[in-house]
């Protein structure tokens, strides 16, 4: 079989014998396909190397490696000639050892540590006036969600002059509506970084930053902590210390969702007496005014189903989501359909899990939306529990590996057995007996009251409001 790349992010795959029904590739957050016709010597399929994936617009494909099958039978190295690393406005695509590659759009010489460090000294030594942008980072660009997406679309409503730069990993990633996208480690992505008048991003900024006069950043964070963070985290590490130190002094205001959350912050990564603005998170904004119903048809959930959202942390000492429950067992003893979510870390090296009535939603734009359409959480650690209190929604825990990770791996900053606003369960047939208890919710009402009257307190639909004006009052964005 051999392959020829066409205009508009397309490949076409040609071989001999029967014609197949289908060919598909195959990676591990997506899927395209393509129905082959005959031709003299055989068939021929042109295979779409952009999707439209949870009903939005057509997007190159997602990084990585994707197997070829034709008619679900894997393809042999043998059976797929090698088309070499070519360039196109979307990505970069290859075939090697039969398998199709694909990559972000960047040069080869800009992928090259040499190139990357010419790009970094051009950035460090930019000069001129800064652009009245904002460039937007979540979660290092493995998606454009959280409270930066919030924030942008509160810029866009009442600053619709400011341009709006997108930091991504490739460009499968969606930008909200009239922003830009920019590759990270592409030249157009250092200039945006050094051009903009402000960063908001929601983790550390990593590579070089280099502050440019009247260049601000807002960090927005990700999350109330349970958790250790930073300087706190078990064990100390004087590298890491000094890695924390450094970061935080590139922050100008530090945006929390709470009182709690500001103490455990501003002590977490020595963030002095800077300044730290406790206005709720700007991404659960949605859950006070968002279209549930609207979701659920992205999704393709009908209306009346009920719907679990299991959305489990990420392990310090583990790569891809944790396994720990039969999602399909869960759905079908729940009664529900049970939306599975990874943590943004394990993205990229993880892959959709699948099953009766499980929906992989890991590659969902925006967690979120997903808070709004479910109606209720399974979380372990994750700070998503601080959020999905704003709904008024039960909550329930999954911790089989409480213990060791509490105790081992990062700690805590409260007994969240003491706390939890809902059951705690450690094995499938407890969580199970939980979420089909009417009286679960009842049992832990106290509990969740006091928990949503201090972590949720600012979650009133207003937070990206509150922050804009506080962004625009202080000039660190103009209106025109």
Not at 132 to 147: D, I, K, L, T, W
Not at 232 to 237: A, K, L, S, V
Not at 255 to 261: D, I, S, V
């Amino acid at each position: 079989m051999t392959g020829t790349l066409l205009p508009h992010d397309a490949v076409a795959l040609e071989g001999v014998g029967p014609v197949p029904a289908v060919l598909r590739a195959v990676g591990p957050r997506a899927v395209s396909e393509a129905i082959p016709t005959g031709t003299d010597a055989g068939w021929r399929a042109v295979l779409p190397l952009r999707v439209s994936r949870w009903g939005g617009s057509e997007l190159p494909l997602p990084s990585g490696h994707y197997r070829l099958e034709l008619d679900d039978h894997e393809l042999a190295a043998r059976d797929v000639a090698p088309l070499r690393r070519t360039l196109t406005e979307g990505l970069a695509v290859e075939v090697r050892d039969g398998r199709l590659l694909v990559g972000p759009p960047r040069t080869e010489a800009d992928g090259t540590p040499s190139g990357q460090a010419a790009l970094e000294r051009a950035y460090a030594g930019r000069s001129g006036d800064l652009e009245n942008a904002v460039f937007f980072e979540s979660f290092y660009g493995r998606n454009a969600s959280c409270n930066p997406r919030a924030i942008d679309a509160e810029i866009a409503r009442v600053a619709p002059t400011v341009t709006r730069y997108w930091s991504v990993v490739d460009l499968s990633v969606e930008v909200p509506p009239g922003a830009v996208p920019v590759v990270e480690g592409s030249p157009e992505w250092w200039r945006a970084r050094g051009a903009a008048r402000l960063l908001v991003v929601n983790d550390w900024l990593r590579r070089r930053f280099v502050r440019r006069p009247g260049q601000r950043v807002l960090q927005t964070w990700h999350g109330t902590p349970l958790k250790r963070l930073a300087l706190d985290r078990p064990g100390f590490d004087p590298r890491r210390g000094l890695a924390v130190i450094r970061e935080s002094r590139r922050w100008d205001v530090l945006l929390a969702q709470n009182p709690y959350a500001a103490r455990i912050l501003t002590s977490a990564y020595a963030f002095g007496r800077r300044p730290v603005w406790v206005e709720g998170y700007p991404r659960n904004d949605i859950l006070v005014s968002g279209d549930r119903d609207a979701v659920r048809r992205r999704l393709g959930v009908a209306g009346q189903e009920r719907v679990v959202l299991y959305a489990p942390t990420w392990r310090d000492d583990r790569e891809q989501m944790v396994d720990f429950l039969d999602l399909e067992e869960l759905a079908k003893d729940a009664g529900a359909i049970v939306l599975v979510r990874g943590h943004s870390r394990t993205l990229l090296p993880g892959a959709d899990a699948s099953g009766a009535r499980v929906i992989d939603v890991t590659g969902y734009p925006d967690i979120s939306e997903l808070l709004l359409a479910a109606d209720a959480l399974i979380t372990d650690y994750s700070s998503v529990m601080f959020d999905f209190t704003a709904t008024g929604k039960p909550v329930y825990f999954f911790v089989p590996d409480l213990e060791h990770y509490r105790g081992r791996l990062r700690g805590f900053y409260f007994d969240l057995s003491e706390r939890a606003p809902g059951p705690l369960t450690s094995t499938q047939e407890e969580l199970t007996a939980a979420l089909i208890d009417p009286s679960a919710s009842e049992r832990f009402a106290s509990r969740y009251a006091s928990w949503a009257a201090r972590f949720n307190a600012r979650d009133d639909g207003r937070a990206a409001e509150r922050v804009v004006a506080r962004l625009l009052d202080q000039g660190m964005i103009a209106r025109g």
